[in-house]
């Protein structure tokens, strides 16, 4: 190797130094520009990933203690501390328990006020338990067919077989009940 290329090669070593050396400045120029920005963006995703750890550790700290108490209240349905901590930790689970608690006992004061519930498909089972024990005719979204079926029989106690026999025909080919609306019909038109 002779001089000239000794030579040639320290300068490209120097300028790779010089130009690493040059962009570590300017990384400490940025850093020292926009050092604020960095620790509130560094904060704010720390308090972000912290917060939705606590948020979730209350919200499964919830859920166990409601989880407790349903099973508290499967063994005594009348335990009232079990009652008030699933009413406060999971009000759906706790209207869910009432409507189970409510069709168990004909309780028609618990179906009333679940008719009215948030939830839509609860609010309809409970006015359809609730029209089946008052004994009047029911309209379901979630119990269609049996409510027809249902009001039928209420129509053919009223001595009304066409107004049933119509109730009856709204049950489509697919329903389940369909062979069971078939011989109502069947044996309301022998009847007559």
Do not use: C, W
């Amino acid at each position: 190797m002779s001089l000239s290329e000794n030579i040639n090669e320290i300068k490209k070593e120097l300028s790779s130094d010089e130009q690493m050396l040059a962009s570590a400045f300017k990384i400490e120029k940025l850093y020292k520009k926009h050092k604020i920005k960095l620790f509130t963006v560094i904060g704010l995703a720390i308090a972000y990933f912290g917060g939705n750890a606590i948020i979730e550790s209350i919200a499964q700290s919830k859920r166990e203690s409601a989880n407790i108490a349903l099973l508290a209240l499967q063994k005594d349905a009348k335990n009232s501390n079990a009652l008030q901590e699933l009413k406060a930790n999971n009000p759906a689970l706790f209207e869910l328990f009432s409507y189970q608690q409510a069709i168990e006992n004909n309780d028609t004061k618990t179906l009333q006020k679940l008719s009215s519930s948030k939830n839509n498909i609860l609010a309809d089972a409970s006015s359809y338990h609730l029209a089946v024990l008052e004994g009047k005719p029911t309209e379901s979204t979630l119990y269609s067919d049996l409510g027809k079926v249902y009001n039928a029989s209420l129509l053919i106690k009223e001595k009304k077989p066409i107004e049933a026999k119509e109730e009856l025909e709204l049950i489509s080919e697919e329903s389940p009940l369909y062979n069971i609306a078939k011989m109502i019909k069947h044996y309301t038109i022998k009847g007559q």
